[in-house]
């Protein structure tokens, strides 16, 4: 039996998918545990690029069972785009499954994500706008739907008349927005019912029989460990848990079940977004970067921004997470620089710090202290095996491993399959 927690270790977009899809061969099934269609997992097999929001990136593998958890917040129209699109590229989704337990996004939700974005102005989060936060906030606020409720169009009619009266008073008092009306979301929604209903499902005892049959299950993460909202910039962050807690919680797999916590990172660092970055290159090499990473949203195509590898943020995402085996992804993209650099902590107010401070404000203003490497200025994309790297990105590559705190196992050096050089399984 294995189970295996895979958490992006940094600000999201490490590689998460392209990891997922790497290990999905070797588990039994894949579970999404948090977040929702503001994720965007792009994975490269056989050439053909896929992109995923919802569905698990393990889907490409048909004999892993892919679930949708119960911490997931599910848009209904989202995900049978999703299910729509993957299909039509010949993708196999029988082995698909959504926790009935799992919230929905209504219409309102992105909505009021996007007028609550405009109302912050100048503080605004830099959200994706798919209304994740707004559900959220109505899970917590009890007045969440879950897409067990599509099989009851009664107690649904019931309930959406006490809510919508909240949510229209907001729109329009608030917000001087137009109101929903009660009937068209139905309508909508009970028009999804039927199609969704085939893939919904009780996951506990699904779970449950894995766990007690020594089953071999993988939990992928969404988003970042930086924009957990406990341990991330907070406010600048996402309304779930992308961490190891968080895909326990999100799945109902317990803590003590847990065999492996694999760490993605990326060579350098990203951020889509508002908030603290502290090792952001705003210049011409962070320019550079972005065009060589190709470092456009999956989700929304917004540029992302470009940074030195943090190994502060690192080592605090391995030591609370209890990461153990790192990925460390688009080494590649490193490839022409004559010079790298990897931040080891913070000067802030004549104080060094070895982790991000909870005042964001002084994380902002900080100053990195860094460690500085030469460049290896030779295309690592042909490497097959570690030892086909130059000296000296594997230096750089286990540096970052040892200021982080666990060993770097994997190490991808370009999106297909084929560029991954595997020095143990993280499974
Ligand atoms: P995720 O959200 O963590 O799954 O990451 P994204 O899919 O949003 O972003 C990662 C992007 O980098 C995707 O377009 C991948 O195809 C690509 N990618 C993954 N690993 C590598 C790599 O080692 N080198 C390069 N050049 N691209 C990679
Ligand atoms: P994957 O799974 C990168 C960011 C948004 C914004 C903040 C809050 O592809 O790594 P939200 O819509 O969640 O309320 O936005 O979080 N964000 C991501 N950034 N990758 C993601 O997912 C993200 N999901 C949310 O840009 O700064
Ligand atoms: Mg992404």
Not at 9 to 24: C, N, P, R, S
Not at 65 to 76: M, N, W
């Amino acid at each position: 039996m294995s189970v295996t927690i895979l958490v992006g270790g940094q600000w999201g977009d490490e590689g998460k998918g392209k990891v997922v899809d790497l290990l999905a061969e070797s588990v039994d099934m894949v579970v999404r545990s948090q977040g929702g269609n503001n994720a965007g997992h792009t994975v490269v097999a056989n050439g053909r690029e896929h992109r995923f929001h919802l569905i698990p990136s393990g889907i490409l593998n048909p004999a892993t069972l892919c679930i949708i958890g119960h911490g997931v917040v599910v848009d209904p129209s989202a995900f049978l785009q999703e299910l729509e699109r993957h299909q039509a590229s010949g993708i196999d989704t029988r082995n698909l499954v959504i926790s009935e337990r799992a919230h929905m996004v209504m219409p309102y939700h992105p909505v009021l994500d996007k007028l609550g974005e405009e109302m912050r102005g100048d503080d605004r989060l830099g959200t994706t706008r798919r209304g994740i936060g707004p559900a959220y906030e109505d899970k917590v606020r009890r007045i969440g739907f879950r897409i067990g409720d599509l099989q009851k169009p009664v107690f649904l009619e019931k309930k959406l008349r006490f809510v919508l009266r909240l949510k229209n008073e907001t729109l329009t008092k608030l917000y001087g927005a137009e109101p929903f009306d009660e009937r068209a979301i139905l309508d909508e929604y009970l028009g999804y019912a039927e199609r969704i209903d085939p893939y919904i499902r009780d996951v506990y005892p699904i779970i449950q029989g894995a766990l007690t049959e020594g089953r071999r299950i993988l939990l992928e993460g969404a988003q970042g460990v930086m924009l957990d909202i406990d341990l991330g910039t907070y406010p600048y962050v996402t309304s779930s848990a992308p961490t190891a807690g968080g895909a326990c919680t999100g799945s109902g797999i317990p803590p003590s079940r847990i065999t492996r916590t694999v760490g993605v990172f990326k060579a350098y660092a990203t951020r889509v977004g508002y908030g603290p970055f502290p090792t952001e290159l705003d210049d011409a090499l962070g320019e550079s970067i972005r065009t060589i990473g190709d470092e456009f949203g999956t989700t929304t195509g917004r540029a992302r921004r470009i940074g030195w590898f943090d190994a502060a943020a690192g080592r605090y995402a391995v030591s609370s997470n209890g990461i153990d085996s790192m990925v460390l992804t688009k080494v590649d993209v490193l490839d022409n620089l004559d010079a790298i650099r990897i931040c080891t902590g913070y000067e802030s107010k004549g104080e060094l710090w070895d982790h991000p401070m909870a005042n964001i404000s002084h994380l902002k203003h900080c100053e990195p202290v860094y460690e500085d490497f030469p460049g290896w200025q030779t295309s690592t994309r042909e490497a097959r095996r570690y030892e086909d790297l130059p000296a000296a990105c594997r230096a750089y590559v286990e540096r970052v491993g040892e200021l982080c705190g666990a060993t770097v196992d994997v190490v991808s050096v370009g999106p297909d399959r084929e560029h991954t050089l595997v020095r143990r399984l993280p499974l």
